[in-house]
């Protein structure tokens, strides 16, 4: 309790009286003072038991806090502690820029959400305008390009069909004029006037304008085929041809074309036909080209020319021969002249039947072609004059490669390998100056070059004989004079070169090493034999090249007119 004194009362109880002395005074202050002293204690007294109230509720207040801060670090891991620590006012600001922010970002994406929308959508539009562009352009593009093409086929068929009108009028008119010319000269009589009619001249000018016309002809063809182009005549199955045109095959075809007409051009354009027949016994047709395609014939022969043609070509044509076919390409008596060039002859029968190329009283050139898998692969008859085979292949034919016969027939730069009998055989009555030049015959069952004949005139230049089972020439049979020249024989199992004592070949500049059986020493080996015994001829002196005169018979069985080359 707190006793308050004032300042009147203190006055007026303190101050002197009259009659009062200074003791009296002084007493009075004294009990004045321990009025206060005691109320001064009494204040101690209650300040003493306010203290104590304080520190009861403060012990109480922290037991509180101890125990809160307890399970908050306990539930949270001192999270809150944190978070306590911070005034709640700073937190409001927090949030509230939080949520500030959140509305912003809700703005903006829903701003860049809708620019998506309307970008997707320009995107899709523009798609969709571009692709119709377009089909449009595709449309207008495909409707202008067919127009230009039936344009076009429609003026080269007006242009071609204008071409054989004119070609049709001119013919007419040249029959004319020359049934006028006839007339106009049987008109003339050379019997009267005591003299006789010269026509000699009017004869050659006649032949000069055949020719002319044949000439002309020939060059329009040429001009039509070298277009590359099928025209409008089309061929779709078996037929006959009789008239000039190019005849464009438009699908595999089962059965026979035949052609009778001259100045014709069969484009097989990749397409498969059976069989194909050229010229007939009354027909001989002039200025047929058979081209591009192939031929399978299951019978038969696959391209026949039996009886007589003029200015043949056969190109860039592969004939499969099965089943009983017998011959891929038959040419008889094509005089004047004919072309075959890469041709490919299969023989798919085992073992191999038929004929790849039979040439028979005919006169050309066979170039760049092949036969495989037949009996014979390139055969020649005597009746063949001024025949030419250049770069040609028969491999694997269950006879001779190449079966050459007729007269001044040349065969260059060819090959014949792994066929059951001889590489090259020269073979008929007839066989004169048969010339080989730069060939190989390798692999072969029996030898690589045989003359087959006694009386047949050949000659070899830089050809080579490997690796064939018997001789890589054997002339042993030949009495008539030949001559081999610049050839090679080696690793051949009998002999290099096979001769016989009484022929009249001359051999000059040829090597042979490593044939026969015997040690492979160069010498000793059978590489200059007689008559296929197998007798090693050991040439005499040391010189590796033998000047020796030739067409001399010497002692016994070894001729002294070896002219070669001995590799040691």
């Known amino acids: 309790m707190t006793v308050l004194l004032s300042h009147q009362s203190y006055q007026a109880s303190s101050l002197p009286q009259g009659g009062q002395n200074l003791w009296h005074v002084t007493a009075q202050i004294?009990?004045?003072?321990?009025?206060?002293?005691?109320?001064?204690?009494?204040?101690?007294?209650?300040?003493?038991?306010?203290?104590?109230d304080l520190d009861a509720c403060c012990a109480t207040i922290n037991a509180n806090i101890s125990t809160l801060s307890t399970n908050v670090a306990t539930d949270f891991n001192g999270t809150f502690t944190a978070i306590a620590a911070i005034p709640a006012t700073n937190f409001m600001g927090t949030y509230?820029?939080?949520?500030?922010?959140?509305?912003?970002?809700?703005?903006?994406?829903?701003?860049?959400?809708?620019?998506?929308?309307?970008?997707s959508t320009n995107v899709t539009n523009g798609f969709n305008g571009t692709n119709a562009a377009i089909a449009t352009s595709e449309t207008?593009?495909?409707?202008?390009?067919?127009?230009?093409?039936?344009?076009?086929?429609?003026?080269?068929t007006t242009d071609f069909k204008g071409t054989f009108t004119a070609i049709a009028a001119l013919s007419t008119l040249i029959t004319t004029d020359f049934n006028g010319t006839f007339t106009a000269i049987a008109a003339i009589n050379c019997s009267g006037g005591g003299g006789s009619c010269d026509l000699s001249g009017t004869y050659t000018a006649i032949a000069a304008l055949s020719a002319l016309t044949t000439q002309d002809?020939?060059?329009?063809?040429?001009?039509?085929?070298?277009?590359?182009?099928?025209?409008?005549?089309?061929?779709?199955?078996?037929?006959?041809?009789?008239?000039?045109?190019?005849?464009?095959?438009?699908?595999?075809?089962?059965?026979?074309?035949?052609?009778?007409?001259?100045?014709?051009?069969?484009?097989?354009?990749n397409h498969i036909v059976s069989n194909i027949?050229?010229?007939?016994?009354?027909?001989?047709?002039?200025?047929?080209?058979?081209?591009?395609?192939?031929?399978?014939?299951?019978?038969?022969?696959?391209?026949?020319?039996?009886?007589?043609?003029?200015?043949?070509?056969i190109l860039d044509v592969a004939i499969l021969m099965s089943g009983s076919t017998t011959i891929g390409v038959n040419v008889v008596l094509?005089?004047?002249?004919?072309?075959?060039?890469?041709?490919?002859?299969?023989?798919?029968?085992?073992?191999?039947?038929?004929?790849?190329?039979?040439?028979?009283?005919?006169?050309?050139?066979?170039?760049?072609?092949?036969?495989?898998?037949?009996?014979?692969?390139?055969?020649?008859?005597?009746?063949?004059?001024?025949?030419?085979?250049?770069?040609?292949?028969?491999?694997?034919c269950d006879t001779n490669g190449f079966t050459i016969a007729g007269t001044d027939i040349i065969v260059e730069n060819c090959i014949s390998s792994r066929n059951s009998n001889n590489g090259f055989s020269v073979e008929s009555i007839v066989a004169n100056d048969i010339v080989f030049k730069n060939c190989i015959a390798t692999g072969n069952v029996l030898s690589g070059f045989l003359v087959n004949l006694d009386d047949a005139f050949c000659s070899f230049f830089d050809c080579f004989g490997l690796h064939n089972m018997t001789s890589g020439f054997d002339v042993s049979i030949a009495i008539e004079a030949g001559l081999?020249?610049?050839?090679?024989?080696?690793?051949?199992?009998?002999?290099?070169?096979?001769?016989?004592?009484?022929?009249?070949?001359?051999?000059?500049?040829?090597?042979?090493?490593?044939?026969?059986?015997?040690?492979?020493?160069?010498?000793?080996?059978?590489?200059?034999?007689?008559?296929?015994?197998?007798?090693?001829?050991?040439?005499?002196?040391?010189?590796?090249?033998?000047?020796?005169?030739?067409?001399i018979t010497g002692t016994g069985f070894a001729p002294t007119y070896w002219n070669n080359i001995t590799l040691q």
């Open 30 to 52: 004294g009990t004045n003072v321990d009025v206060l002293l005691g109320c001064c204690m009494s204040t101690g007294t209650s300040i003493l038991g306010l203290q104590s």
């Open 96 to 119: 509230t820029a939080i949520a500030g922010l959140q509305s912003d970002l809700d703005a903006c994406c829903t701003t860049i959400i809708t620019d998506i929308n309307t970008l």
């Open 140 to 156: 207008a593009i495909n409707n202008n390009t067919n127009t230009n093409i039936n344009t076009l086929s429609t003026n080269i």
């Open 217 to 269: 002809f020939n060059n329009t063809m040429t001009v039509l085929t070298a277009q590359g182009l099928c025209m409008p005549i089309t061929v779709t199955g078996a037929t006959t041809i009789s008239r000039s045109g190019y005849y464009c095959v438009a699908n595999n075809i089962t059965g026979l074309i035949t052609i009778l007409g001259s100045s014709v051009v069969l484009d097989l354009n």
């Open 277 to 313: 027949a050229v010229g007939s016994v009354a027909v001989q047709p002039e200025g047929v080209i058979i081209k591009n395609g192939y031929v399978e014939p299951s019978s038969g022969i696959g391209i026949n020319i039996p009886n007589g043609a003029s200015a043949l070509q």
């Open 334 to 396: 094509v005089t004047t002249g004919f072309i075959i060039n890469n041709v490919n002859v299969l023989g798919l029968n085992d073992p191999g039947t038929g004929t790849g190329f039979f040439i028979n009283h005919s006169r050309g050139e066979i170039l760049n072609s092949t036969c495989q898998g037949c009996s014979i692969g390139f055969q020649t008859d005597f009746g063949c004059s001024s025949l030419t085979l250049n770069s040609c292949q028969a491999t694997l």
């Open 484 to 551: 081999i020249k610049n050839c090679v024989a080696q690793y051949n199992g009998d002999c290099g070169f096979n001769d016989n004592s009484s022929s009249l070949y001359q051999y000059v500049a040829n090597s042979a090493e490593h044939n026969g059986t015997s040690p492979a020493d160069g010498i000793t080996d059978t590489n200059y034999c007689l008559s296929g015994v197998g007798t090693a001829i050991t040439p005499p002196g040391p010189q590796p090249y033998y000047q020796f005169p030739p067409n």
